[in-house]
């Protein structure tokens, strides 16, 4: 896998319905606003994952 770009936004795999919005970008790590079904989440260390691949195996929820 190759470092990921500062994408504005991606869909997850095949569920169009999931969307992520990165909100910065630092050296290692990428925050974005991961959004399904009205559910927010924060997704971190995703430095190494492409957007295009099936949905990310974790994340964090953050409230």
Same mark, same amino acid.
């Given at each position: ?9 991606? !869909?997850?795999?095949?569920? #169009? ?12 790590? =990428?925050? !974005?606003?991961?959004?399904? #079904? ?12 492409? =957007? ?12």
């Amino acid at each position: 896998t190759k470092p990921l770009k500062c994408f504005n936004q991606a !869909v997850i795999g095949s569920n #169009r319905r999931a969307r992520l919005t990165i909100t910065r970008c630092q050296a290692s790590k =990428l925050f !974005v606003t991961f959004t399904e #079904r009205k559910k927010h989440f924060c997704v971190f260390s995703l430095a190494y994952y492409d =957007l295009v691949i099936p949905p990310i195996p974790y994340y964090n929820t953050m409230h």
